[in-house]
């Protein structure tokens, strides 16, 4: 009896862990969604891979898309940028409502003329963006973006960074993320309401 009765509280207990953690995330997220103030985002100044300069400012006409990596990871990005040229092409004339980002968290290496040729396999709507690497920094800091150098064993280094795509609205307020390798369909839903919002 004192065996199930103590079964019966930790099942108690769990369910109310779950329920406050639940509780917990959709207000941290209700509270990020409803402010266009949100502590999410900011101003930034970095170059395109056809050497333009491209600002915040320069992004709010169209709600947009940044996914932060860099040329030379070896799965991560190339395989979220092929799965952006997969939402676009779903998207149809749709998608060219949306800015798309490809952020370089690799300045030193991802140069404009890097980026061009990198991105050249995928969607042509797809944006690089690279810059100093302390404007990189910035902007990193500025959208919660974890990225951080790794030295390899033969010298060079690789960078672990965040892997989720990060949706803005029109006007720069924080939307929500689309998770590494997410469901195409729940991805491009995500991107469909993005778009009306």
């Not at 100044?45 to 400012?57: I, N």
């Not at 040729?117 to 042509?124: A, G, K, V």
Request: hydrophobic share 40%.
């Amino acid at each position: 009896m004192l065996k199930r009765a103590r079964m019966v509280l930790w099942v108690l207990v769990a369910a109310a862990a779950a329920l406050l953690s639940y509780l917990t995330i959709d207000w941290y997220k209700n509270e990020l969604l409803a402010s266009d103030d949100a502590p999410f985002g900011g101003a930034f100044e970095l170059v395109s891979h056809a050497g333009t300069k491209v600002t915040r400012d320069d992004t709010l006409a169209k709600p947009s898309a940044f996914f932060f990596g860099f040329t030379h990871c070896p799965d991560v990005c190339p395989t979220t940028l092929y799965e952006a040229s997969t939402w676009l092409k779903t998207l149809g004339s749709d998608g060219d409502n949306l800015n798309v980002y490809f952020v370089s968290v690799d300045p030193e290496r991802d140069t404009p003329e890097v980026l061009a040729d990198y991105i050249s396999s995928f969607d042509d709507r797809i944006t690089g963006l690279t810059g100093t690497p302390e404007a990189i920094e910035d902007m990193l800091k500025k959208y919660r973006v974890y990225a951080r150098k790794v030295k390899l064993e033969d010298g060079d280094y690789t960078v672990d960074h965040t892997a989720s795509v990060y949706l803005m609205k029109k006007g720069g307020s924080f939307f929500g993320t689309i998770a590494y390798q997410q469901d195409s369909d729940t991805a491009v839903a995500k991107l469909k309401r993005l778009i009306e919002s």
